[in-house]
């Protein structure tokens, strides 16, 4: 009899994991990290609830860290399959995992000097480089639309989900017992209005469907009204002489931000003679993307062959800041300039160096481009703190905030219920990757317009497939 198992992702946003076991196979759909406040952060820790000596597989839905982030720590633990991924998103999950093993190997190295200083017992990161490194070696690239034996009696097959550089649909076929069951994870849906990529593709068979929920409760806001806005933000930020600060995510939407900033340039509508990509893994993930370009969208291939293919060529005023000194001098800029910097929501990277040199100055427009999580800084900024506490100083804020929700790189509800929509016959719904409210405005969504019965499973659970 084979089963699923939902061991992340269920009823929260981060830590993607699911298992599925025949007779004589176990496979992971994902692996990622948990991400959040510390109660959060500390699920990464726990003990996996399977033993990694015995998957046999590991189907990758993208790089992000809430999907594949615990990766290296399974390979730690005895994990020798292969890594299924499409070879954008292996691409952009070197770049990925690196950074994530260094933060973990620099954080436990602070913290034992504090607890050699209090006379306690050292720790160990999560996992290393060399974990994450090892991770690389098992990839096995795996382009859309090819479907291939992963593990006895179970194949897969990706599509492109439209989501980041490399995103998949996961389609996965399971034989046992001599019955075969098709399981569909969405993993995370794109929004059809980014300019760079695809939007998802159509799957129209399931008997069991893994739906997203980040945005169960709400569409976005339309992209040219969001553009309009972005451009007079823009434009007010030169009037009052001060900086654009735009903390982003270095995968995907920093990327996506650039494209827009480059149409301006060349509609004469940015102002700023001066952009600074402030993130090295953002550059790093810039070059990544600027290797795809033929999964690109075909508005962006279009664009980028009449304008350059490089990011630099396609807009001119973009400068990269990869040292840390070149980064230190950026603050000596009053005005005049768009700094974009990691990490999105302000938890760490150079952005927060930038805010504490800039947040005061009442010249200053903040532009959020994502989603800002509870117990963030970024989210304390757009709920309208008045002071802010950043690398040991209190910072009054002055600036001007904004958020643009019409960037998100998740589909909205009408798009998932769209999406959804498609399988026919109904297929047997979970929801996952949501907060439990989103999960239930979709519940009511997906039954008042298809009549399906979604369920909402805890985590731990187990159903048959």
């Known amino acids: 009899m084979a089963t699923l198992t939902f061991h992340g992702a269920t009823r929260q946003v981060t830590g993607s994991c699911y298992l599925v076991e025949t007779a004589h196979s176990r496979v992971l759909l994902d692996c990622g990290l948990f991400q959040g406040p510390p109660e959060v952060d500390r699920l990464n820790e726990r003990p996996f609830p399977f033993d990694p000596r015995a998957i046999d597989a590991v189907v990758l839905s993208h790089a992000h860290l809430d999907h594949s ?14 890594v299924h991924a499409t070879p954008q998103a292996l691409d952009l999950l070197a770049i990925l995992l690196k950074d994530a093993a260094f933060l973990q190997e620099r954080d436990a190295e602070w913290e034992n000097r504090r607890r050699q200083r209090g006379g306690k017992a050292p720790v160990e990161p999560l996992y290393t480089v060399a974990d994450a490194e090892a991770v690389l070696e098992l990839g096995a690239p795996l382009p859309y639309g090819k479907r291939v034996a992963v593990a006895p009696g179970v194949d897969t097959c990706l599509r492109d989900a439209g989501h980041i550089l490399g995103s998949a649909i996961v389609e996965l076929w399971v034989d046992d017992d001599g019955r075969s069951r ?12 980014m300019p760079l990529l695809r939007e ?54 920093t990327q996506e931000i650039l494209y827009y900033l480059g149409e301006f340039s060349r509609q004469g509508r940015l102002p700023q003679g001066q952009v600074f990509l402030d993130s090295p893994m953002a550059i790093a993930a810039t070059e990544v993307h600027e290797k795809h370009t033929r999964v690109f969208g075909r508005e962006a291939r279009a664009a980028m062959r009449h304008n350059g293919d490089s990011a630099t060529a396609f807009l001119p005023a973009l400068r990269y800041v990869r040292s840390a000194e070149e980064s230190m001098a950026l603050n000596r800029i009053k005005g005049g300039a768009i700094i974009i910097a990691g990490s999105g929501m302000c938890t760490g990277g150079r952005i927060r160096h930038h805010l504490k040199w800039n947040l005061w100055r009442e010249s200053t427009h903040i532009v959020f481009v994502g989603f800002q999580a509870e117990g963030t800084p970024g989210r304390a900024l757009v709920d309208g703190a008045t002071h802010l506490h950043l690398l ?74």
Do not use: C
């Open 69 to 82: 982030g615990l990766l290296p720590r399974l390979v730690r633990e005895g994990f020798r399959g292969r």
């Open 182 to 193: 098709k399981l569909v994870f969405s993993g995370d849906l794109g929004h059809a209005a």
């Open 200 to 253: 998802p593709e159509i799957v129209r068979e399931a008997d069991v469907l893994l739906l997203e929920s980040t945005y169960g409760d709400r569409d976005h806001r339309p992209m040219p009204d969001t553009l309009e806005e972005f451009a007079q933000i823009l434009a007010a930020a030169a009037a009052d002489g001060g900086n654009v600060l735009i903390p982003s995510f270095a995968v995907g939407r």
């Open 392 to 465: 040991g100083e209190d910072i009054v804020v002055r600036a001007h905030v904004h958020t643009l929700g019409g960037f998100s790189a998740h589909a909205g509800q009408t798009e998932l219920v769209g999406w959804a929509g498609h399988v026919q016959p109904p297929p047997r719904v979970y929801l996952v990757h949501g907060e439990p409210d989103k999960m239930d405005a979709l519940q009511v969504r997906l039954q008042a317009v298809h009549g399906w019965k979604a369920q909402i499973p805890a985590e731990g659970q187990v159903i048959e497939l």
